[in-house]
């Protein structure tokens, strides 16, 4: 059983280009969320997918946004890209449509803008 | 809206019981997670309460009450390695679900 996964492990942007970071969640898993991570701080919830639609999303600006497709695996994309947006971004798998408990996080990509 | 309250910062000495709190305030909860993070790398699943009371997984074990907006993790048998933040996450649902996290307790246990 693979855990999830995320690419690019690290990656560099300047401001006002647009960046896409990819995951692919734990076999079987068709629920993933994503966060944005600042350093010292909780992870803060952008958005859910369940099977390839979007139910839940937190208080981001519409230009965050994500795919989920039919494997299961996941994309968040950010356009106009902020010097706020540097960050990790965390993607976590789970089992069904949010009735069951245990998220996996995959290991984060570290956004940086510049 | 929706707030989570940790405390930031706790020191514990290692074989002994500590207990971080989290309160919190949110419309159409639908549970509760503990989860630990180390420096450096990703959040790791502890617990889950959906239900009022204790649920126990080994050497941790995390209380709720629904109606007093509060949860507790309890960590028994201190080691050096459960030095690592740990986040108390509400998820709820409203039209749509969410998870909070709050910013997490530092946790340092000391010889």
């Known amino acids: 059983e693979t855990g999830v996964t995320q690419s690019p492990t690290h990656l560099i942007k300047t401001r006002g280009q647009q960046v896409t970071l990819r995951c692919s969640s734990q076999s079987g898993h068709n629920t993933v969320s994503w966060y944005q991570q600042a350093l010292g701080q909780g992870p803060q919830f952008i958005f859910q997918y369940y099977r390839e639609e979007e139910n839940g999303r937190g208080n981001f600006p519409p230009r965050f946004s994500g795919l989920q497709f039919p494997n299961y695996s996941s994309e968040l994309n950010v356009n106009a890209l902020e010097l706020d947006d540097s960050a990790l971004y965390l993607c976590a798998s789970s089992l069904s449509g949010g009735t069951l408990n245990e998220q996996f996080f995959g290991p984060g990509t570290r956004l940086t803008v510049l | ?111």
């Open chain 2, 1 to 111: 809206g929706q707030n989570i309250d940790q405390p930031t910062e706790m020191t514990a000495t290692e074989g002994a019981i500590v207990q971080i709190n989290c309160t919190y305030q949110t419309s159409g909860f639908n549970g509760l997670f503990w989860y630990q993070q180390h420096a450096g790398e990703a959040p790791t699943f502890l617990s889950y309460n959906v239900l009022d009371g204790l649920e126990e997984k080994g050497r941790f074990s995390s209380f709720l009450s629904r109606s007093k907006g509060y949860s507790y993790l309890l960590l028994k048998e201190l080691q050096m390695k459960d030095s690592a933040s740990y986040l108390c996450a509400v998820r709820s649902y409203t039209g749509g679900f969410k998870t909070i996290f709050g910013a997490g307790t530092r946790l340092f246990v000391k010889a």
